[in-house]
T-cell receptor
């Protein structure tokens, strides 16, 4: 069966520091991968999606970036965090035409 | 563009009460519709889905019917439990070769004993 992992589970970082969140999927090949952010009291905002290695599409302009160095690995990064980057970050995967499956999430607090 | 509108919460109910969470959508094509549930501190779990008009999705006592004429996908459960307390998200997807989900803002459900 397929599983999706995210780490770290929680993170507290100062403003201006770098960020790296990792997501890996097991049990499937060539999945579509997604990064979402969920701010407190708000819905989910799609940040990035990827349909293959090295193929990244950005939905919202911001100081975040994403990379997909391997088929089942998706990384969310920032060079300098802002207070507004605080939130709950969710990674998800899907097969073409199917629903999305979400990871457990990373709680990021920027101080 | 596509959009999903959910009733605002929180919805507060006593155990064994009947639940309805309203969801309406706007889409240009023929989307699939989903309900996801998020328990505190966790990611989202797919609760149920429907892929075409008049389909009924069901799981764990929850049901929702895809109503094209009213562009709605309301979530219902006949008797809620304390363990159903969570945030519920309605979403739609239009397959463009990759899955794109448009989410509503979520509705928090609080069930008291």
């Amino acid at each position: 069966s397929q599983t999706i992992h995210q780490w770290p589970a929680t993170l507290v970082q100062p403003v201006g520091s770098p960020l790296s969140l990792e997501c890996t999927v097991e049990g499937t090949s060539n999945p579509n991968l997604y990064w979402y952010r969920q701010a407190a009291g708000r819905g989910l905002q799609l940040l990035f999606y990827s349909v293959g290695i090295g193929q990244i599409s950005s939905e919202v302009p911001q100081n975040l970036s994403a990379s997909r160095p391997q088929d089942r690995q998706f990384i969310l990064s920032s060079k300098k965090l802002l207070l507004s980057d605080s939130g709950f970050y969710l990674c998800a995967w899907s097969i073409v035409g199917d629903e999305q499956y979400f990871g457990p999430g990373t709680r990021l607090t920027v101080t | 563009g596509n959009s999903v509108t959910q009733m605002e919460g929180p919805v507060t109910l006593s155990e064994e009460a009947f639940l309805t969470i309203n969801c309406t959508y706007t889409a240009t094509g023929y989307p699939s519709l989903f309900w996801y549930v998020q328990y505190p501190g966790e990611g989202l779990q797919l609760l149920l889905k429907a892929t075409k008009a008049d389909d009924k999705g069901s799981n764990k006592g929850f049901e929702a019917t895809y109503r094209k004429e009213t562009t709605s996908f309301h979530l219902e459960k006949g008797s809620v439990q304390v363990s159903d307390s969570a945030v519920y998200f309605c979403a739609l997807s239009e397959d463009r070769g990759y899955s794109t989900l448009t989410f509503g803002k979520g509705t928090m459900l609080l069930v008291s004993p």
